[in-house]
């Protein structure tokens, strides 16, 4: 399943549900409906939560540059969970073309045909082979010039309209194994179609920290330092500067260009306990970060799960292509 329907899917039906009541202006209607709608294709009716962390996951995978230029590498890294100390392996491709999403590690189109069509739309240099190896991160280098891309964007690329909002799409896609559990996950890469593009930065998220005000908040770290109560609900706040939802010129209403604002996503992960919200969305002009990357955490009873300590993943999504995120454990209290 592709890692961006998987994680969106859930928030793309309950705003598409709510949309009317969210959403007060016209440009953010668009900006969520353009996140959400891409992420609602292809979902099931059914639903199963993403919260609980209890198996091998694949909850991330960050291209860092999110837009890499002609003749750059960007490096392809994977967010990966797991209660288990077996090794890990790691199998990556890529693809000219997105595909089916819930194929999406089978490349349509093969190596030697995509070669020649790039080759008639102006691409003479080599294209980097499917297979990228078996390292813990990807490399994949932009072998394309931004005209060709844009060529194809006008015309379609092996008969396909190609959706060409902030850049050419392809798709990078992975394989992880641990003994008999398998995960497989894809990301979408846009690639610039203009010469000298500023790529888009990943979101860049803060540390972990419980409390209801910023001055009772205790800052989570790795080694579990802090105690949570359990049975209650705990302000569970990530921190993030303001200057992370970037600030664009992308395309306004009138067709025209405007000064746009990126939506960011929160997605919440723990190995123990429930979340108020299992995802979080920040609307410029229509709610405040502070309150959107902020959930309400609930650890269960010592008898229903003993265990002392839980690890939290926040995982934040833009809308275009960034992802970052953030980790920390927390101990839990005791209870009869």
């Known amino acids: ?190 690639l610039p179609l203009a010469a000298g593009a500023v790529s888009n930065a990943n979101p860049v998220p803060g540390a972990l920290s419980v409390g209801s005000t910023s001055q009772d908040a205790q800052v989570l770290d790795d080694a579990g330092s802090v105690s949570v109560p359990r049975l209650r609900d705990s302000p569970l706040h990530v921190a993030i500067d303001e200057s992370q939802a970037e600030t664009y010129l992308g395309a306004g209403l009138d067709g025209g260009i405007a000064t746009l604002r990126e939506t960011l996503l929160f997605s919440w992960f723990a190995e123990v306990g429930d979340f108020d919200n299992t995802r979080t969305l920040f609307i410029d002009g229509s709610n405040d970060l502070g309150g959107q990357s902020t959930d309400k955490w609930k650890p269960p009873a010592t008898r229903v799960d003993p265990r002392p300590t839980s690890r939290l993943i926040v995982v934040v999504r833009d809308d275009r292509g960034g992802v970052g995120w953030t980790t920390a454990a927390a101990s839990l209290a005791a209870t009869p």
Request: charged fraction near 15%.
């Open 1 to 190: 399943m592709s890692l961006d329907r998987h994680f969106l899917c859930r928030a793309a039906r309950i705003v598409l549900v709510r949309g009317a009541r969210m959403i007060r202006h016209a440009i953010a209607t668009l900006l969520v409906l353009g996140l959400l709608s891409a992420a609602l294709a292809g979902c099931g009716a059914s639903f199963d939560s993403p919260t609980l962390l209890t198996k091998l996951r694949l909850l991330a995978l960050q291209s860092s540059p999110v837009n890499p230029a002609p003749g750059e590498t960007a490096t392809i890294a994977p967010l990966v969970y797991s209660p288990s100390d077996q090794p890990l392996a790691f199998r990556w491709s890529w693809c000219p073309l997105l595909g089916d999403a819930n194929q999406g590690d089978v490349c349509p189109i093969s190596y030697d045909d995509a070669t020649a069509m790039l080759a008639s739309s102006g691409v003479t240099a080599p294209l980097p082979p499917y297979d990228l190896g078996a390292a813990t991160t990807a490399a994949f280098t932009n072998p394309f010039p931004p005209d060709a891309l844009a060529g194809l964007c006008a015309a379609g690329f092996d008969g396909q309209t190609l959706d060409c909002r902030n850049g050419f799409p392809i798709r990078v896609s992975v394989r992880v194994t641990q003994a008999a559990a398998q995960q497989v996950g894809t990301t979408v890469v846009r």
